[in-house]
């Protein structure tokens, strides 16, 4: 359980003169919940669609499962579950027929795509749901359905941006829920965010700002290196020590 | 490798998309069955009905022989007679008759001393189209009434043979009734092949940028060319149906002649439609927005199809600039198809040039649309 | 009120002319009409190709040949020696028309007997061959009557040399003398081009109108809107108002393009013109406003636009005329506001007309300007509530 799935090296992503993401390197090891903290604009987003073979990386290397990001992208694909910052399931289609898609897009094999999908509206809920509209699903569906379509092929390692932005408290915890499940079973699962509690929620946590990793190791040893008692505290005066810096 | 599994899963997806969305149903079946209608029932060039007036200014039996001739023709609605040119004058003012037909005071007399008896058209020019061809059937029916006047005359004197040395004898092909609806619904085959293929499919891949669910797509295993063919193949299916919607209106409805091999109309409708679906599906990669995929796929393929494709108005009478312009318009390659299948009944040895060139541009567009989307998407 | 109505007018051009896409709409689509229909397609029917089948190939019908290539309307491109080369001609699209002249045509002549020429029409174009045919025909009828001409003169020379003194000969014809109005070369771009104002006003306002409301809701600043003291009617005004004054400068601008590029007269009253625009805009102003309420997104109201343009475009006269439509579809251009206007345009430029002809039409644009803009402004009012 503890080989690294998850290596960066030196990472580093311009779009012109700006850095987006500046010499990032980590490792995430297997079954681990590895969050993702940090401001807007800090190069989350950025770094995790360089992981999923989204972006290529303008220097430095990033491997998935053993998969180089930008010499085999398609392999890493093949070997992870994405959920994207804004919702990006198809409005128009039922939750069943967009389960339906992804099953077919991820080349979940015949035999088994029933019970994938049962399984995928038993884990999100929503399995009185499956005629329904996805566009008159509340928020906190949403992100549950896109959940599930992410791991109908089984990924080992799951890339979810922001995944409870927007949605209430409520909704937050049961889907933090099937986040442990998830990591419980086996998948790795990277998240990035920037609710404060969720950060206690994670194995371990990078913390960024403007493209750096500036904090980096569990959510115990950042509070204890920091002198703070919550993550919230944490966050403050790491950001503060930054800024402060520059 | 390409997944036949993954290409199905987009083309349910296009379909059920196509479906749903009121604006892509309203390109894919109301905009065609509007322009069916238009252009099979209440758009038309043909030229008859004229509203005319006459001004009698003889009133004898010979005139009034004349004017029978007018009303008696389909050409002509002899609205009623004039009593002065002022009113003729008005009445074409006001676009309430075409054609004004003056009868000279002296015309029976001057035809009583064998002479020459004057007869004055005044037409209506603004419309130039229509005023050519309601002058020539206003002379022609002149023409043939002072033959037979000179027939008559001659028989009466007993011999002679002051008949016209040459007449003209004419005969129509392939549109023998002259009905514009002939020829302009076969075409009309063209536009709504390019609504579909362009309009329609510029939409989809917009859309995805758009909303943001590419980027979930693009995440997942799927390939470019998979996306391609799926998203292809469910407007193809579309595109074919409403050809044979409007192979059929056109036919059973409207009473178009379909003289030609049904098989090749399906074979070149489908390769006309192919080639522009790419174009479609290449605009939809290169425009981000929606709007912007839409309005170049308009100007690009809409326009062109409708006003330089010959579908109404004939290429060889626009300026030789505009004609080489036309020869980058495929519309124009399939409309000469079209009516060629439709009307002539001529098969591939008359427009195999046309096939062909209509297969390079798919072929050549399908590989500009798959290498623009894989760009895009790796 | 006034106060307010000016904000928005003035909000609304800057955003109007800011928006590259506004722009493209206000510039784009007269230029482009203009060269179509100014320029590219053309009715007239000129030098068309022809086939030239002579099977007697004496002097008489050579004659006959070199009256068609010296008319301005004809020019031979094939000579087929057979039926079938002939058929091959029409079928392959290389020659419009065929033209025949069968063996023994000089010696039927010679012999004073009625002969024929036999012209064969590729009829795919029904317009073209009409007038082609038409073209055809009375070149063959002129070349016939000069023959009877000269005919007469000899009889008349005959004759009288026979008789010992003058022999009139009363052969009664009817000459037709024909005075074409307004468009005397009959060219279609004269008929064409007026009509590009309104087909412009229309497509132009009706779209912008529609864009620049639904882009509020859709940004979400008609919200913003509501919550200040302005009234619904101020709202409506404001919004218009830029509009209307863009659709008066697009007629302004391609009456210009007509005048001074195309040389299409213009013989009528400006002012006539000028009210004339004002209550069509009235209308498109209106149907833009309605479109608005119907539509959620900037892209839905575009394409709702263009979709009841279609129609709105095909059945105004412009390059179909309503006279020859089907009685039903008649009755129901009597609502298109384009088809007044056409009316109007043309009149205006090609007849010289003004108020008092055409005073029918502007009250008609009128009515239908009233009334579409009240139901408009009544949808929009209950939406604002």
Redesign the interface.
Known sequence: MSEPTVITDGLVKRFGDFVAVDHVSLEVTRGEIFGFLGPNGAGKSTTIRILCGLLAPTEGRATVNGFDVARDPEAVKRNIGYMSQKFSLYDDLTVEENIEFFSGVYGVPRELRAARRDYALRMAGLEEKRGSMTRLLAGGWKQRLALGCAILHEPPILFLDEPTSGVDPIARRMFWDLIYQLSAQGHTVFVSTHYMDEAEYCHRLALMYRGKVVALGSPAELKQSAGMATMEEVFVSVIEREEARQ | MISFRRTRAVARKEFLHILRDR?SL??AL??PL??LM?FG?????????I?TYVYDQDGSPESRD?IGRFRGSRYFDVRALAGSHAVIE?A????EV?LGVVIAPDFSK????????????????????????A??????L??A??GE??SK?MNRRGGG????????????????E???R??IVPGLIAVILMIIAAMLTSLTIAREWESGTMEQLLSTPVRPVELLFGKLSAHFALGMLDMAIALGAGVEIFHVPMRGNVLMLFAASAIFLFGGLCWGVFLSAVARS???A??TA??TTF?PAF??SGF???I????WV?QLVTYIVPARYFV?IL??IF??G?GLH?FWREVLFLAAYAVVLFAIAAKKLRQKVA | MWERIREIVRKELRQTLREP?MR?ILIGPPI?QLI?FG????????N??IAWMDQDLTPASRE?RSRFTASRYFQVVEEPASDLEAQEA????RA?AVIRVLPGFARD?AR????????????????????A??????I??G???D??RD??REKLVAATTASGGPV?????????????????E???R??FVPGIIANIVMLVTVMLTAMAIVREKEIGTMEQLMVTPIRPFELIVGKTLPFAGVGLLNMLMITVAALLVFNVPFRGSAPALLVSTILFLMTTLGAGLFISTISRT???A??SS??FF??AF??NGF???V????EP?QWLTYLNPARYFM?IV??VF??G?GFT?LWPQMAALAALGVTILLLAALRFHKRLD
């Open positions: 604006r309203i390109a109301a905009m509007v322009l238009l029932y209440a758009l038309t060039l043909d030229v008859d009905r509203p004349l008005r074409i003012d006001r676009n075409l001057h035809l009583a001393a064998g002479q020459e008896a004057g007869v004055q058209l005044l037409v209506d020019g603004s419309d130039s189209n229509t005023a050519s061809i002058l020539n059937y206003a002379e022609a002149a023409l009434y002072s006047l000179r005359a043979e002051l008949k016209a040395p040459v007449e003209p004898r004419v005969r129509v092909w392939y549109n023998s002259l009905k514009s002939n020829f929606q709007l912007l839409y309005q308009v100007i326009l006003l330089l109404v108005f004939a060889e009478n626009m300026p505009v000469t009516k060629g009307l002539k001529v008359v | 896409r493209a482009l179509i320029y590219a397609v053309n009715m007239d029917v000129e068309s190709a006959l029409l079928d392959h699209g419009r002549l004073g007997r009625t002969t024929s020429v036999q012209i064969l029409l590729d009829g795919t174009n029904s317009n073209t061959a009409a007038i045919g038409g073209q055809a025909g009375a063959v009828n070349y016939s009557a023959l009877l005919r007469m009139t000969f009363a052969i009664p014809t009817v000459s037709v003398r024909s005075r074409v109005w307004f468009n005397p009959l060219k279609s004269v008929y900037q892209q839905q575009m394409m263009f979709f279609q129609p095909m059945l390059a179909f005329p006279r020859n439509m089907p579809v009316e043309r009149g090609l007849k007309t002809i």
